[in-house]
Each structure stands twice: as structure tokens, then as C-alpha cells.
């Protein structure tokens, strides 16, 4: 089965611009995650979908960040403006439960840097 | 220990050895454990997973363990190879999570031919 779809792979902007990343998860996953990995830290959770609905957002810091999943299936994350802080990798994840023993298969990420 | 930013800790064996990583977890209430593999410049993967009703789970040259009473998890890898070099990181949930994984701060490791 195709994995799950992440673009850009990388993105430089300078602080205060604007950056959006895509998430195309695997097909049927109704659960989707964003996350935040800082160089050398594990992945921080942003955000969670369930369809199209969110069930989890307490750790997405919404002064900057945003996303949506308007028909359940892709994903747009969005940071404006961007802070020298938010240089990380942005995971997307899905899976097929929203609770109990649930596998996240991951994408490969997408690379930010803000100078 | 507890590692800050880029001071990973960090496992390094020779090729043919077994390999042994440890987490700690701190949430009496998780019930379900994951181990994911991520190597450079891709997305975590996963390895291998167990609930809080098993003690050990095997798999292909992996067995994970998992101690309820002092909230440890351990990977152990058995003849480690080469291609087995990576950040290795434990996540966990349960309780009210709704299936959301909780990542600890990942081992480095590297296998020497």
C-alpha cells in the first residue's frame, strides 16, 4: 500500500513569512496527526484529526499555527508567521483507530528551517 | 539520565552483538507501548509494540519487555547489524490519549562492521 504522502521535503523562509505543508495520509486512515520534531528531541504531538474533525489540538500553539482536514483525507498544516523556533521537522502520521493499540505510520516529513 | 537537545544518549556495539535500549515512562495509566526506528532523513518507523497486559512480546530479531512495576520498556535487538544503526525512540499511550503516541527522547545507535 502507498505510505503516506508529505510535501515540501523542504522549506527555508525567513522569520515572519508564512509556510504551509501537505499531508496526503494512507487511504482509509480516518485518524491523522501532525507533529513537531526538533533536532534531537522525539516528535512532539500538534495536532490530532479524526475525519475531519479535530480531537486533539491543546499542544498547537494557535497564535501561529493552524490546520485542517476539511474532507477527512488530506491535511494542510500552516505556520504565519514563523519564529526562529518553529525549525523542525513536520511529521504527518495516520492510522485506522482513534484509541487503543494504534500503529502511526509516518511520512518522511517536511523540513523547515526559519533564518 | 534525562537528555537535553542533542545529547541523545547513545548505544554504539559491534556487528553480531545483541543490542539492548531502554526507556522510562513516567503515565501509570498507559496501557499500550510502541518502539519506532528513524533513520536519517526519513520518518519514524515502526518496529515492534506491546500492551500492559503482556511482559514480552518477539518479534523478527527484536523482543521488547515491559516492567508495569518501575514503568520500563527495553528493545533488545539480537545479532545487531549494520543497517540496524538509527534513533530509536519508545512512545506510549493510554488513559484518555484517544490513541495518541507520547514519543520519549530516543537512543542513538550505531553498529560497527
Known amino acids: ?115 | 539520565g534525562e537528555s537535553v537537545g542533542l545529547h541523545l544518549p547513545t548505544l554504539s556495539v559491534q556487528e553480531g552483538d545483541n543490542s539492548i535500549i531502554n526507556c522510562a515512562y513516567s503515565n501509570s495509566a498507559s496501557d499500550y507501548f510502541i518502539w519506532y526506528k528513524q533513520e536519517s532523513g526519513k520518518g519514524p518507523q515502526f518496529i515492534i509494540d506491546i500492551r500492559s497486559n503482556m511482559d514480552k512480546r518477539q518479534g523478527q530479531r527484536v523482543t521488547v519487555l515491559l516492567n508495569k512495576t518501575v514503568k520500563h520498556l527495553s528493545l533488545q535487538i539480537a545479532a545487531t547489524q549494520p543497517g540496524d544503526s538509527a534513533v530509536y525512540f519508545c512512545a506510549e499511550s493510554g488513559g484518555t490519549s484517544y490513541g495518541k503516541l507520547t514519543f520519549g527522547q530516543g537512543t542513538i545507535l550505531t553498529v560497527h562492521p
Open chain 1, 1 to 115: 500500500e502507498a505510505g503516506v504522502a508529505q510535501s515540501p521535503r523542504y522549506k527555508i523562509i525567513e522569520k515572519r513569512q508564512s509556510v504551509a505543508f501537505w499531508c496526503n495520509p494512507i487511504s482509509g486512515h480516518a485518524t491523522l496527526y501532525w507533529y513537531q520534531q526538533i533536532l534531537g528531541q522525539g516528535p512532539k504531538l500538534l495536532i490530532q484529526f479524526q475525519n475531519n474533525g479535530v480531537v486533539d489540538d491543546s499542544q498547537l500553539p494557535k497564535d501561529r499555527f493552524s490546520a485542517e482536514r476539511l474532507k477527512g483525507v488530506d491535511s494542510t498544516l500552516k505556520i504565519q508567521p514563523a519564529k526562529l523556533e518553529d525549525s523542525a521537522v513536520y511529521l504527518c502520521a495516520s492510522s485506522l483507530q482513534v484509541s487503543g493499540a494504534n500503529v502511526l505510520t509516518f511520512g518522511a516529513g517536511s523540513r523547515l528551517t526559519v533564518l
